[in-house]
């Protein structure tokens, strides 16, 4: 698939390109906080204020086709130059900026959170592919944090090499199966990198920021096995745990079927188990994201931009 294919897709999907291979997308939670009518949990577990956060990638490649992916996992990116840190940031700024401008003339709009939303202060970079293939990522995250924003980097953990070298705010890796077997059926790698994960899994531990594993959880595919799960979580120490549910969105659509999107009592049951397997605790969920939180001792930091101010 060419790039000028891919672009026309993710375009469709809301995604706005940054250069040869960067992307931002200003998410539903923030266009929902301008108009008062509520916050990611992001924003309820951390304190990231929802109409201020910048979501964007610096890769649209990945070297995972997960099934439950909402991009199109089939395409290859035809070669490219690395964009610099520097041109990747304006650009992703200019855009959301320019994305919403528009509520402006809205009654709907909270006109002194739409005067907020003009200075971001959180990057998500989180959006599709994987970061970690761009190989500027560190300079990337010092370029947000000198501009006074904390960052969620989510890794899908197959690069321990780069998360050795990024500082983010806060750094998730995506564990989304107990076992290689299950890794495999699921995150379909262009090539095995099982170890690559569990090598990134326990160098988390050592890391000096805030750590999170993310589990997508699919129904009929992965919630199983929690003894496994809790072993690499052991292995791993992170400050928290997300278990949430697959949303049956984008082009996973045309992978999984509906019902492969657990209901939150299902995730809910999850974590319970997960919390007995691994010693952590539940700390806080969101219904509408179906997405509960757990940490070592049930309480939640809340995100702190003083060192950014
Ligand atoms: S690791 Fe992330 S970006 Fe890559 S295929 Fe899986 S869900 Fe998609």
């Given at each position: 698939?060419?790039?000028?294919?891919?672009?026309?897709?993710?375009?469709?999907?809301?995604h706005h390109l940054i250069g040869q291979h960067s992307a931002v997308k200003p998410c539903l939670?923030?266009?929902?906080?301008?108009?008062?009518?509520?916050?990611?949990?992001?924003?309820?577990?951390?304190?990231?204020?929802?109409?201020?956060?910048?979501?964007?990638?610096?890769?649209?490649?990945?070297?995972?086709?997960?099934?439950?992916?909402?991009?199109?996992?089939?395409?290859?990116?035809?070669?490219?130059?690395?964009?610099?840190?520097?041109?990747?940031?304006?650009?992703?700024?200019?855009?959301?900026?320019?994305?919403?401008?528009?509520?402006?003339?809205?009654?709907?709009?909270?006109?002194?959170?739409?005067?907020?939303?003009?200075?971001?202060?959180?990057?998500?970079?989180?959006?599709?592919?994987?970061?970690?293939?761009?190989?500027?990522?560190?300079?990337?995250?010092?370029?947000?944090?000198?501009?006074?924003?904390?960052?969620?980097?989510?890794?899908?953990?197959?690069?321990?090499?780069?998360?050795?070298?990024?500082?983010?705010?806060?750094?998730?890796?995506?564990?989304?199966?107990?076992?290689?077997?299950?890794?495999?059926?699921?995150?379909?790698?262009?090539?095995?990198?099982?170890?690559?994960?569990?090598?990134?899994?326990?160098?988390?531990?050592?890391?000096?920021?805030?750590?999170?594993?993310?589990?997508?959880?699919?129904?009929?595919?992965?919630?199983?096995?929690?003894?496994?799960?809790?072993?690499?979580?052991?292995?791993?120490?992170?400050?928290?745990?997300?278990?949430?549910?697959?949303?049956?969105?984008?082009?996973?659509?045309?992978?999984?079927?509906?019902?492969?999107?657990?209901?939150?009592?299902?995730?809910?049951?999850?974590?319970?188990?997960?919390?007995?397997?691994?010693?952590?605790?539940?700390?806080?969920?969101?219904?509408?994201?179906?997405?509960?939180l757990l940490s070592k001792k049930g309480n939640v930091e809340r995100i702190s931009l003083a060192s950014?101010?």
């Open positions: 698939m060419q790039q000028e294919n891919y672009a026309h897709l993710l375009g469709k999907q809301g939670w923030l266009k929902k906080s301008l108009r008062d009518e509520g916050v990611c949990y992001k924003s309820k577990f951390y304190g990231i204020s929802s109409h201020r956060c910048l979501q964007m990638t610096p890769s649209l490649e990945c070297n995972h086709r997960c099934l439950f992916c909402w991009r199109p996992v089939e395409m290859i990116m035809p070669k490219h130059e690395w964009d610099p840190p520097e041109t990747i940031v304006d650009g992703c700024m200019g855009e959301q900026m320019r994305l919403i401008s528009g509520y402006a003339g809205s009654a709907t709009t909270n006109l002194s959170k739409l005067e907020e939303a003009q200075h971001p202060r959180h990057a998500a970079i989180s959006l599709v592919g994987e970061p970690t293939l761009y190989p500027f990522l560190a300079e990337l995250i010092d370029e947000f944090h000198r501009r006074k924003m904390s960052t969620f980097l989510v890794t899908n953990g197959t690069n321990p090499e780069m998360l050795a070298k990024v500082k983010p705010t806060q750094l998730y890796i995506s564990l989304n199966a107990p076992d290689r077997e299950t890794y495999t059926r699921i995150c379909n790698p262009i090539q095995d990198r099982w170890s690559q994960i569990n090598e990134s899994l326990e160098l988390l531990s050592t890391l000096n920021t805030r750590t999170v594993i993310r589990i997508t959880l699919v129904e009929g595919l992965n919630l199983k096995e929690l003894e496994k799960y809790a072993r690499l979580i052991d292995k791993a120490e992170p400050d928290y745990i997300e278990t949430k549910a697959y949303m049956h969105l984008g082009f996973s659509r045309q992978r999984l079927p509906r019902s492969a999107m657990p209901s939150h009592a299902s995730v809910l049951n999850f974590a319970e188990h997960l919390a007995y397997a691994s010693g952590y605790q539940i700390a806080d969920d969101s219904k509408v994201s179906r997405v509960v950014t101010e």
